[in-house]
């Protein structure tokens, strides 16, 4: 299978008959992202419905933690315009606007976005700030969301087709087909 390669030329000079591992670590020295992305991780409801009986069985929670619990929903944000000017990286990853996590309504699955770092060390972590600031690249919703560009695109796509087909634009292609008329 020979073709063009994507890899700079001065490395194709170097190393024409590199071997197998010559050659990964010239493509990771191009393209350093594609080693750095950890794929999110998606939690069942059947695995979390398992947690919470073991957790009963382990018996009553502990006092300092219920009152913790509480307390933090006492400050949580009940409206946009609380949580606005509020400190980032927003510590309230239930909030359905929140970036760490994602809830699968259908399936009750919950999906951690980035499930190699810890909440502070997201650069974004709130989807309406990202759209206060206005529009964006697919490669930064990429990186914002921990998703390939071209899967960005496809759900682009596929919001798009549903948006025609609910203000019945009398738009009769299919959520593959090319929307960019």
């Not at 594609?34 to 409801?45: A, C, F, I, Y």
């Not at 929140?98 to 650069?123: A, C, M, Q």
């Amino acid at each position: 299978m020979s073709g063009p390669t994507n890899l700079p030329a001065v490395a194709e000079a170097e190393a024409p008959r590199a071997e197998p591992t010559q050659a990964t670590q010239i493509v990771a020295e191009a393209a350093p992202d594609l080693d750095d992305r950890v794929r999110g991780r998606t939690l069942s409801r059947k695995q979390m419905t398992r947690e919470l009986r073991r957790q009963m069985r382990e018996g009553p929670q502990d006092p300092e933690e219920v009152a913790l619990r509480e307390e933090l929903e006492a400050l949580r944000p009940k409206a946009r315009a609380e949580c606005v000017d509020s400190p980032r990286p927003c510590l309230f990853v239930s909030c359905k606007y929140h970036l760490y996590l994602d809830v699968n309504p259908r399936t009750g699955s919950v999906k951690l976005n980035f499930p190699d770092k810890e909440i502070w060390e997201l650069t974004e972590t709130c989807a309406l700030d990202v759209a206060d600031r206005g529009g964006i690249t697919l490669e930064e919703v990429g990186a914002i969301m921990n998703l390939t560009r071209e899967r960005v695109r496809q759900v682009e796509t596929r919001g798009i087709y549903h948006m025609r087909v609910l203000t019945d634009d009398d738009f009769e292609g299919g959520p593959d087909d090319d929307l960019d008329e």
